[in-house]
């Protein structure tokens, strides 16, 4: 039986799969709640990717230069969790599209490739970013290396830059400039020291220093990127799902039954599921889970409205699930799931009730991953314990009704950085939070003058 399956070089798709040509979508609104032009978005990113972002093409081409790229560690390969499986005694079959071994670790260089040629190809010679746990800074870091003649700029969430050494070590070693956030590079920077000289800083802080260092070189020379959540990059991610159809043909696996992905913007979700969510909107029987944390329910709980991706409101208004710009969450160790806002191509997928959202306490998720790790053996992310801690339940699920169903899960990053949280974990020291419906719509409540989508 067949443990590992893999994809020749030559069997690596060479399209994307671009979601927005089978759902309704509504347009970002600008200020004054009319609909954003691609001009207004310039400044920002390069025109090519813009052009990504609002494009309703079903296939766009994969450029042969990305494509090599890509390949030092695409196809990834598909794994069958035998051990776990047996660890759980289900008669389910399990199998984990093994992300971690890109570079980086996780899935993010998937887009940071793409998103650094793109810029290359317009003339941009530096990008800016934000960073909180340090997984997008350095899958950045490393594409801007690979590509070259690019600088990479990061503004690194200062509690992070402090606590997390190891993530910054990366990012320079791939030549990558790695600020604490707040820095005294930008106004905003300065203003946020000036008041609050001890803040540990916040994604928010470091979004609009990361998008204020981009607007404001006078060559204009510099973009800003962002790792998550935007139309283009759902779409450099659905290589993941693509890839994976091809690899359970393979093994004679026409569908799975189950698709599952931790949810934190989006992006390696829609990776794995958008693909199968085509032929889902086709008739084909499979149900796509979201696993996102208790602390920080965005699609559980949060509403589907037009929020700011920001907490400075530097960006346009999304339609999307939120729990408001504002939204502080508690600090649990999977810090890329710790975001107020939600991908609108996954969110206008939630709302037609083409994928279930589910949330899992912090907990359950190390206990899942603690499993994964002592059987399957790959220590995971914390994030991806998310997803795995879905997968459990669905295969206890599938052992109670005794059916041998299919479940392929996203896994979305290696944890050998995050040890800290298992380390907590095993001390017993890990804390779940939970967040009253009171103080969620409090928040909401920011929004209430805000345009609503339809
Ligand atoms: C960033 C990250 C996530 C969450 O981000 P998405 O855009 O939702 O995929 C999940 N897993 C890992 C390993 C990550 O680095």
Redesign the pocket.
Known sequence: MQKKIFLDESEMPRQWYNLAADIKMQPPLGPGGKPISADMLAPVFPMNLIEQEVSTDRWIDIPEEIQGLLKIWRPSPLIRAFELEKALGTPAKIFYKN??VSPA????PNTAIPQAWYNKQFGIKRITTETG?G??GSALAFACSLIGGIECKIFMVRVSYEQKPFRQMLMNTWGGKCVSSPSNETAAGRAVLAAFPDTPGSLGIAISEAIEAAVTDPTGETRYAL???LNH?MLH?TIIGLETKKQLAKVGIKKPDIVI?????????A?LAFPFLYDKINGADIELIGAEPYSCPTLTKGSFIYDHGDIARMTPLLPMYSLGHNFIPAPIH?G??R?HGM?PLVSAAVRENLVTPIAIHQSECFAAGMLFARTEGIVP?P??NHAIAATIREANKATLEGKEKTIVFNF??HGLMDLVGYDKYLRGELSDYELSDAEILGNLEQMKDYPKPN
């Open positions: 992300e971690s670790g996780s899935h993010k746990a997984q997008w790792g998550s959540v990059v991610q992905g931790c949810c934190g913007g989006g992006s390696n979700f990776g999977a890329g799931l975001y991908s992310a994030e991806t979305s990053g």
